[in-house]
């Protein structure tokens, strides 16, 4: 999605074809208030290159503000979400991860930076890929991100990783 605003994805099943950009969907240039429910949503199993291009979700580091991923399921790829903002003084803002099921990401489930005012609730990541660095949820940068009631099961490494973090001017 390119500057692409007020879609609603629902019931769906989404497969990443490439191993090496092996990104199911992108969230680019302004691609704000869309909502993603109920979806099957796969990456590559293995993949070549770096691990942000194989992302099953990614957002680029623009404005995709009040994005709803919500009661999908999320398998593969080197994350199951990477949304990266702009920059830590210019964040990207109001995103909710609720209710995902994420199962064998290389890398991690969800990674956020350059974020604030967001949620990640009620997922269930899993993994049994021996990644040196996985990290179930890893949030860089943000602000005022709420994190609650996720299960974590991971058999290498963190279930959840902060770094600089800060509070909301």
């Not at 890398?107 to 269930?124: F, K, L, P, V």
Request: aromatic share 12%; proline share 2%; glycine share 8%.
């Amino acid at each position: 999605l390119i500057n692409a605003d007020f879609f609603v994805f629902k019931n769906l099943t989404f497969k990443a074809l490439s191993r090496d950009y092996a990104t199911a969907i992108s969230l680019i240039g302004g691609s704000d208030n869309n909502s993603f429910l109920n979806n099957v949503i796969e990456g590559s199993y293995t993949y070549l290159g770096f691990p942000d291009y194989a992302a099953v979700i990614f957002s680029d580091a623009s404005y995709n503000h009040n994005n709803l991923i919500s009661n999908n399921i999320i398998e593969f790829g080197s994350y199951g979400i990477l949304f990266v903002g702009p920059s830590s003084s210019d964040p990207v803002k109001d995103i909710i991860i609720e209710r995902n099921l994420f199962i064998n990401q290389k890398a991690g489930g969800i990674e956020m930076e350059n974020a604030e005012a967001s949620i990640i609730r009620d997922n269930q990541i899993s993994s049994t890929i021996q990644y040196s660095n996985y990290r179930g949820i890893n949030i860089h940068a943000c602000n005022a991100v709420q994190i609650t009631k996720n299960r974590i099961s991971v058999e290498f490494r963190y279930g959840i990783y902060l770094s600089n973090m800060g509070l909301p001017d």
